[in-house]
């Protein structure tokens, strides 16, 4: 059964910092994407980043370019999103999530198979 657990989320200031984990399982495929998403109230999921299991390459939507950065940690199958800056309008939900099914550098939600329960990160002003 595949697993995605995030962790890290809490409460910042804005200017803060915080890291995400998310620790994926359950799966045998060598090559694949994660990627991390949000999703605030009232608004649809938002792609953030996606990093590949081969190479290494990564992805950043223009919103959080330059301030956020994925990495990963291949050995332990864990998936990071170091968040600096952190701004209000940061403040959503925050999900993992699995691409198996094919191999495409997308942060559209809809090419990922499996999606981890999310993580509260709330950044006050």
């Known amino acids: 059964e595949v697993q995605l657990v995030e962790s890290g989320g809490g409460l910042v200031q804005a200017g803060g910092s915080l890291r995400l984990s998310c620790a994926a399982s359950?799966?045998?495929?060598?090559?694949?994407?994660i990627g991390w998403f949000r999703q605030a109230p009232g608004k649809e999921r938002e792609g953030l980043s996606c990093?590949?299991?081969?190479?290494?390459?990564?992805v950043y939507a223009d919103s959080v370019k330059g301030r956020f950065t994925i990495s990963s940690d291949n050995a332990e199958n864990t998936v990071y999103l170091q968040m600096n800056s952190l701004k209000p309008e940061d403040t959503a939900i925050y999900y993992c999530?699995?691409?198996?099914?094919?191999?495409?550098?997308?942060?559209?939600?809809?090419?990922?198979?499996?999606w981890g329960q999310g993580t509260q990160v709330t950044v006050s002003s």
């Open positions: 999530a699995l691409q198996v099914h094919t191999v495409v550098v997308t942060l559209s939600p809809s090419e990922y198979d499996y």
């Open positions: 359950g799966f045998t495929k060598d090559d694949y994407y």
């Open positions: 990093i590949s299991s081969t190479d290494g390459s990564t």
